[in-house]
């Protein structure tokens, strides 16, 4: 679990901290997302009440998917922090929202996360976000991946000695991340 949670941090954060200079160079998803222009913004609720204030937020992400990403049922999911993803649990709890008693939550040490009661969006909790409000993505997890960017990138078959009568064969590759299709993703308009 601890190597998956690594790996995550690495692949949606990026590791410009890193020691190992090839993972220097590696930039998470969430700062690309958050440096690309063609990501339409989404402004945050002004509630006072953060936990109305994080619904609100929330269904306005939801409100904002592109028409294209809803009638070609891709998975369109909200990231947030753990912190967010509370209080909507809490301001649905508290408004006594009947509508909301049917929602999926699910609470498991790999994964935490709600179906919001009125869209029927998923809104994720991504460890080692900060705990602010501004933390939002609108993802789509199909339109994100590891890869690399060319040819150059692979050193090519390297033969590896005879494992148990067997020929194998490794590839060595530099890996990123990148997502496309910008204008579907959606990002938290810090300006606002």
């Known amino acids: 679990m601890k190597a998956s949670a690594a790996l995550e941090?690495?692949?949606?954060?990026?590791?410009?901290t890193s020691l190992n200079t090839q993972l220097q160079a590696?930039?998470?998803?969430?700062?690309?997302?958050?440096?690309?222009?063609?990501?339409?913004?989404?402004?945050?609720?002004?509630?006072?009440?953060?936990?109305?204030r994080a619904y609100l937020t929330a269904e306005r992400f939801a409100d904002a998917r592109d028409e294209n990403v809803r009638e070609s049922a891709l998975t369109f999911e909200?990231?947030?922090?753990?912190?967010?993803?509370?209080?909507?649990?809490?301001?649905l709890?508290?408004?006594?929202?009947?509508?909301?008693?049917?929602?999926?939550?699910t609470e498991i040490p790999t994964e935490y996360s709600l179906i919001l009661p009125v869209s029927g969006v998923k809104v994720r909790a991504i460890p080692q976000m900060s705990l602010a409000v501004s933390d939002w993505y609108g993802?789509?997890?199909?339109?994100?991946?590891?890869?690399?960017?060319a040819?150059?990138?692979?050193?090519?078959?390297?033969?590896?000695?005879?494992?148990?009568?067997?020929?194998?064969?490794?590839?060595?590759?530099r890996a990123g991340v990148q997502h496309v299709m910008?204008?579907?993703?959606?990002k938290l308009d810090t300006q606002s």
């Open 78 to 91: 909200i990231w947030t922090s753990y912190a967010n993803l509370d209080r909507i649990k809490k301001h």
């Open 182 to 186: 910008g204008q579907y993703f959606l």
């Open 26 to 52: 590696f930039n998470g998803h969430f700062k690309q997302i958050s440096a690309d222009a063609t990501v339409p913004t989404v402004t945050e609720s002004t509630s006072v009440d953060l936990n109305e």
């Open 139 to 149: 993802d789509i997890p199909e339109y994100m991946f590891i890869g690399t960017a």
């Open 9 to 16: 941090q690495v692949v949606l954060f990026g590791d410009t």
């Open 93 to 105: 709890f508290d408004t006594k929202d009947y509508n909301a008693l049917t929602m999926q939550v």
């Open 151 to 173: 040819l150059s990138d692979t050193d090519g078959l390297t033969k590896v000695p005879f494992l148990h009568n067997k020929v194998s064969y490794e590839i060595r590759y």
